[in-house]
């Protein structure tokens, strides 16, 4: 029985891997409200997309989907929290504006590289200004997880991959070392 490798899934379910141009180029910012039409379909896309995706992947710690790596070289992802009854975050035009110096190490998984699982470290909190389709901004702050999964998300939009966040005396490792699956991150209380 031929094993399809984790990436090659994702890679057949629409999303954009590692190494392709428009995951190392910033999106492009929406001019809202004058582009909601625009920002609205990379919004469903991406909802489409997340759909497909968590019908054969479960994601216990949350996922996101930024909008390059589906192809769309907007400043546009989501992100869906770990917990069940959460709404999905929309980040349209999305800027870190304030990060706590506290910070941690924890692994994370990327779509576009989903072989693999990497030791990132992040601030337990950031603020991030984000825009509504309306042209209104929000400053909103999040912490630990979530503020993990926003900031992966974020770095997208920037052209960044979480390995550019990495130690470099650390490498990913392959996803069958992986012993987290089904887990959520582990902070202190």
């Known amino acids: 029985m031929i094993q399809v490798r984790p990436s090659d899934q994702m890679r057949d379910l629409g999303v954009v891997q590692e190494g392709a141009p428009i995951l190392a180029e910033p999106a492009r910012p929406f001019d809202l409200p004058t582009e909601r039409q625009s920002a609205e379909e990379v919004v469903e896309k991406l909802f489409t997309a997340k759909e497909r995706i968590g019908q054969v992947h479960p994601f216990a710690k949350g996922m ?54 990497g030791m990132v470290p992040r601030p337990l909190r950031i603020t991030v200004k984000a825009t509504a389709l309306e042209g209104r901004v929000a400053t909103t702050t999040y912490e630990r997880g979530l503020a993990r999964l926003i900031h992966h998300e974020i770095d997208h939009l920037d052209g960044l991959l979480y390995t550019a966040r990495m130690r470099a005396d650390i490498d990913p490792i392959p996803v069958e070392q992986y012993r987290q699956t089904g887990r959520g991150w582990a902070y202190e209380q």
């Open 64 to 117: 996101g989907i930024a909008a390059p790596q589906i192809g769309i070289g907007r400043a546009a992802a989501i992100v869906q929290p770990a917990e069940p009854d959460a709404p999905p975050i929309i980040l349209l035009n999305p800027r870190i504006t304030d990060r706590s110096d506290e910070a941690d190490e924890q692994f994370e998984g990327c779509l576009s590289f989903f072989d693999v699982r």
